[in-house]
């Protein structure tokens, strides 16, 4: 019964051993000189002037589900094109409904005003 789990053991310790091996090798064999500049929270050139935790406004949200809606779309429209002739009209009319609702979706973002670009 134990020998059923034995490949199971052994790739879940060879996934360990490629995830941590590379971090414990650059661990022990790279330099470590740090400086002032290195050690400072943000290297993008100046100090942080304003909280991390400060709200966003809500046009990254939006534009975030807008491209999960294009994705989506995308995403399921490659495949049923190539299978298309296989499922028939219920796949027609599936994918019909599934477009139907990301329109929506789509309809909703356009209305908040998403697709104006200040």
Not at 2 to 29: D, S
Not at 52 to 80: G, H, N, Q
Request: hydrophobic share 60%.
């Amino acid at each position: 019964m134990l020998e059923n789990y034995l490949p199971i053991l052994i790739f879940l310790i060879l996934g360990f051993l490629f995830g941590i091996g590379p971090m414990i090798a650059g661990r022990l064999m790279a330099p470590n000189k740090p400086d002032s500049e290195k050690l400072a929270p943000y290297e993008c050139g100046f100090e942080a002037f304003e909280d991390s935790r400060m709200k966003f406004d809500v046009r990254y949200y939006l534009v975030a589900i807008l491209f999960i809606i294009f994705d989506l779309e995308i995403a399921f429209m490659f495949p049923w094109g190539v299978v298309i002739k296989d499922i028939g009209w219920f796949g027609f009319w599936a994918m019909f409904v599934f477009l139907g609702i990301l329109v929506i979706g789509f309809a909703y973002e356009w209305k908040k005003g998403a697709m104006e670009w200040d």
